[in-house]
């Protein structure tokens, strides 16, 4: 099931490659585009809560859309 989290203050691929890292070390299905300020995950509602933290972890703020 795809879930869309939207990051509020992605800017750039510095931003890309840290909210990536982040999502991998959890293990998540993902695709992150810049261009819309989203990620997308594949997953179970699990996933998608260990998506939004990994992501508030670093200090952006994602919103589930």
């Known amino acids: 099931m795809e879930k869309i989290i939207r990051v509020d203050g992605m800017m750039c691929e510095g931003c890309v490659k840290r909210i990536?890292?982040?999502?991998?070390?959890?293990?998540?299905n993902f695709k992150v585009i810049l261009e819309e300020k989203k990620v997308i995950i594949n997953g179970c509602d699990h996933c998608l809560a260990k998506a939004v933290?990994?992501?508030?972890?670093?200090?952006?703020?994602?919103?589930?859309?």
Not at 20 to 28: D, F, G, K, Q, T
Not at 53 to 65: H, K, M, Q, W
């Open 53 to 65: 933290s990994a992501i508030e972890d670093l200090g952006f703020n994602p919103v589930v859309e």
């Open 20 to 28: 990536s890292n982040a999502l991998s070390r959890e293990e998540l």
